[in-house]
Nanobody, 123 residues
């Protein structure tokens, strides 16, 4: 069982930056971030294979967010720049042992393990 601990959420003004970090208790083949905004369904934001560094991001954050991983330390980081009000939501770290590719990375069932979430508020 993989445990995930998230940190780095908070409140920021539009245009600002935040960095989210997730540390896993064991190595995983994919680690990513999902978010759920007020009144919205949870959606995939970004994911990465910590071993190959292959990553995927949802179109709405491309050019603003960057995902990176340190496979040795079992850590994934989401650097969020130029934040917008629509980025507001609860951000969840997720990890899985299966393969991911462009067609499936946003499917929640690909991720067996989930963190408790960290709130991001952009005003």
């Amino acid at each position: 069982h993989v445990q995930l601990v998230e940190s780095g959420g908070g409140s920021v003004q539009a245009g600002g930056s935040l960095r989210l970090t997730c540390v896993a208790s064991q190595r995983a083949n994919c680690m990513g971030w999902f978010r759920q905004g007020p009144g919205k369904e949870r959606e995939g934001v970004a994911t990465i294979n910590p071993h190959s560094a292959t990553s995927y991001l949802v179109d709405s954050v491309k050019g603003r967010f960057t995902i990176s991983a340190d496979s040795l330390n079992k850590t994934v980081t989401l650097q969020m720049n130029s934040l917008k009000s629509e980025d507001t939501g609860m951000y969840y770290c997720a990890a899985g042992q299966g393969p991911i590719w462009s067609a499936n990375w946003r499917e929640e069932q690909r991720y067996e393990y989930w963190g408790q979430g960290t709130q991001v508020t952009v005003s």
